[in-house]
């Protein structure tokens, strides 16, 4: 019986125990658990950045000051550093081909140039040094054309996710490039695919299963689907994976390739120009097209740049052609073509 009392008397206790010294009828045992969490929050959200991410962010808001001495300045900084400022200058619209090249690292698995003015020229270069990436992001880099996709694809083996398009002039790259993803044959002078050897058929990209291409047409998709089933476009995330693989990081829309690398960094570095994720997005989301002009332009590059070597070689035989006809018809030519045999077998002999 007393045993009973007491525990009434322990239990009414609790209950008018003020745990709210500003009004005991108004206390909620959830307030105090959601203003608990939400503390913690403020404490991680002030975490005390490291000293290098302070060096980091100093750096990233002078950078335009150090650009043309950075080949020399970055050839002893670790590569996550390089990676670092490289993610800064994108975000300060200062990367181009020649800071791309000098932060350019071997160790480099993730490449993210989207919106840069890197061309061509700087995409070829990077690749040649990073051999080992996995990842790539030229979406919106209206510079690289189909030349730039294919050193991409023809240096870098382990290229596995690749992220394109974007802009009006990017979408009509990538649907220009269809034809590089496609599997190709190194020899095709054989009469039949029995007889050729595993080593004469060749991908053209043999590694790449994950293609983000946010704006992708019907057609260019149907294609992709149909005669690049190894290739999965826009894939989802989700718990079970795709097509029993899991997707990465790295696949996923809407994450910035680069995120991770400055994650630490005051974003007020590369808030001096106006750096907004949202207008990335919102031009992303763009539905305008290339003029006509501009396709004609663009088509006319491409044709010149594909027929240059063509040229140069038909210039290099019309150039023998001529030589060993003035040969044939001037006695003096003939004379000074057979001396000059003459003093290089005398040459061979001595």
């Known amino acids: 019986m007393e045993k009973g009392k007491a525990m009434k008397t322990v239990t009414n206790s609790l209950e008018n125990l003020d745990l709210n010294s500003n009004s005991?009828?108004?206390?909620?045992?959830?307030?105090?658990?959601?203003?608990?969490?939400?503390?913690?929050?403020?404490l991680e959200k002030k975490k005390t950045p490291t000293l290098v991410s302070l060096c980091l962010g100093v750096v990233?808001?002078?950078?335009?000051?150090?650009?043309?001495?950075l080949d020399e300045i970055a050839i002893n900084f670790p590569a996550d550093i390089k990676m670092a400022m490289a993610a800064i200058a994108r975000r300060r619209r200062l990367l181009n081909d020649d800071v791309i090249i000098s932060?350019?690292?071997?160790?480099?698995?993730?490449?993210?140039?989207?919106?840069?003015?890197?061309?061509?020229?700087?995409?070829?270069?990077?690749?040649?040094?990073?051999?080992?990436?996995?990842?790539?992001?030229?979406?919106?880099?209206?510079?690289?054309?189909?030349?730039?996709?294919?050193?991409?694809?023809?240096?870098?083996?382990?290229?596995?996710?690749?992220?394109?398009?974007?802009?009006?002039?990017?979408?009509?790259?990538?649907?220009?490039?269809?034809?590089?993803?496609?599997?190709?044959?190194?020899?095709?002078?054989?009469?039949?695919?029995?007889?050729?050897?595993t080593m004469e058929i060749s991908n053209g990209a043999e590694s790449l299963r994950w293609l983000v291409w946010e704006k992708i047409d019907r057609d260019s998709l149907e294609i992709l689907s149909t005669e690049c089933p190894r290739i999965t476009v826009n894939p989802k995330s989700s718990p079970f994976g795709f097509r029993g693989a899991a997707v990465p990081r790295e696949a996923l829309q809407g994450i910035t390739l680069d995120g991770h690398v400055v994650k630490d960094i005051d974003p007020k570095t590369w808030a001096v120009?106006?750096?907004?994720?949202?207008?990335?997005?919102?031009?992303?989301?763009?539905?305008?097209?290339?003029?006509?002009?501009?396709?004609?332009?663009?088509?006319?590059?491409?044709?010149?740049?594909?027929?240059a070597p063509k040229?140069?070689?038909?210039?290099?035989?019309?150039?023998?052609?001529?030589?060993?006809?003035?040969?044939?018809?001037?006695?003096?030519?003939?004379a000074v073509a057979l001396a000059s045999q003459a003093s290089k077998s005398l040459n061979s002999w001595n």
């Open 60 to 69: 990233g808001k002078h950078l335009e000051d150090v650009i043309e001495d």
């Open 103 to 197: 932060l350019a690292d071997t160790s480099w698995e993730i490449l993210d140039i989207s919106g840069s003015d890197v061309s061509d020229f700087g995409l070829g270069k990077v690749v040649e040094i990073c051999k080992s990436l996995r990842a790539v992001d030229i979406s919106r880099c209206d510079k690289i054309t189909t030349t730039g996709f294919s050193e991409l694809v023809q240096n870098c083996h382990s290229l596995e996710t690749l992220r394109c398009g974007g802009s009006p002039r990017s979408d009509y790259t990538a649907r220009r490039c269809l034809s590089i993803f496609k599997p190709k044959l190194n020899d095709v002078n054989g009469d039949s695919w029995e007889e050729l050897d």
């Open 273 to 307: 120009c106006g750096f907004n994720p949202q207008t990335v997005s919102t031009s992303l989301s763009s539905p305008t097209e290339l003029s006509v002009a501009e396709k004609f332009r663009l088509a006319f590059v491409e044709r010149d740049t594909r027929l």
């Open 24 to 42: 005991n009828s108004n206390y909620n045992p959830s307030r105090k658990i959601t203003t608990y969490f939400q503390s913690s929050r403020l």
């Open 311 to 334: 040229r140069a070689k038909n210039a290099r035989q019309h150039q023998r052609r001529a030589e060993r006809e003035w040969m044939m018809t001037s006695t003096r030519a003939k």
